[in-house]
């Protein structure tokens, strides 16, 4: 096998096993989370390869890449419209189970001078988790 051939085997294994490991949490992982999880089965994997592969995922659309407010980017399996609540003490995030403002992105009235091509919902707040410890910083 050349060279080439075997950098596009890898790196498709190597893909194969990123996408199927932010499929398989159902939930909102961070690139650092999704490292820790292939690295055990396959320990020679790079942070950076992780990186690269979950990036080029959110570019070609087949997961979502949400940059959250003071908080790694966490990439996610669901790329249906959806809003996210996330914890302001343990930084959990959920999708919120509520129908998406259709056309919400057209209403924005644009005095800035921007291309708008998207954006993310984030509602905040406190998990039933920290609530049930006493709230902020407890978590």
């Not at 194969?16 to 992982?29: F, N, P, Q």
């Amino acid at each position: 096998m050349n060279q080439s051939r075997m950098c596009k085997t890898r790196n498709t294994v190597q893909r194969a096993l990123i996408l199927e490991t932010v499929r398989d949490l159902k939930s909102h992982v961070s690139a650092d989370e999704v490292h820790a999880i292939v690295s055990r089965t396959h320990p020679t994997i790079s942070r950076g390869t992780v990186y690269r592969n979950l990036s080029k995922l959110a570019q070609e659309g087949v997961i979502a890449k949400h940059s959250m407010p003071n908080g790694p980017d966490r990439f996610d399996y669901n790329v249906s419209n959806h809003y996210h609540a996330v914890c302001e003490n343990c930084g959990k995030i959920v999708d919120i189970e509520m129908s998406c403002l259709d056309g919400i992105e057209n209403k924005v009235d644009n005095t800035h001078g921007y291309s708008l091509s998207g954006f993310d919902l984030v509602f905040k707040g406190l998990c039933p988790d920290c609530m049930a410890k006493g709230g902020k910083d407890n978590g």
